[in-house]
């Protein structure tokens, strides 16, 4: 199973951005359905953003108008640019890669939204 390698966490103040990106399997990389997920501290993972072959997006409504997902298939590369950050963001970030029957994870990056 190959291991998708995410960057750009941290600690932000409310109202600020950061951007997250996620480096994926070269392999069907262009085919693949890339998502952003994440987890708050004793809660479920839930989905962020999607982005598919044709890079038509799919946003959760808790963040939709402050994050965009976009990607790069050159460099096989996902990101998440997250604005107007609030408290209620922090949570591990997760990147995934879907394909049919592949569906890749990465490790996570933690984001912190505090003052």
């Known amino acids: 199973q190959v291991q998708l390698v995410e960057s750009g966490g941290g600690l932000v103040q409310p109202g600020g951005s950061l951007r997250l990106s996620c480096v994926a399997s070269?392999?069907?990389?262009?085919?693949?359905?890339m998502g952003w997920y994440r987890q708050a501290s004793g809660k479920e993972r839930e989905l962020v953003a999607t982005?598919?072959?044709?890079?038509?997006?799919n946003y959760s409504a808790s963040i939709k108008g402050r994050f965009t997902i976009s990607r790069d298939n050159a460099k096989f590369t996902v990101y998440l640019q997250m604005n107007s950050l609030k408290p209620e963001d922090t949570a591990v970030y997760y990147c995934?890669?879907?394909?049919?029957?592949?569906?890749?994870w990465g490790k996570g990056t933690l984001v912190t939204v505090s003052s």
């Open positions: 995934n890669q879907l394909y049919g029957a592949m569906n890749n």
């Open positions: 070269r392999t069907f990389f262009s085919f693949s359905t």
């Open positions: 982005i598919n072959r044709m890079a038509a997006t």
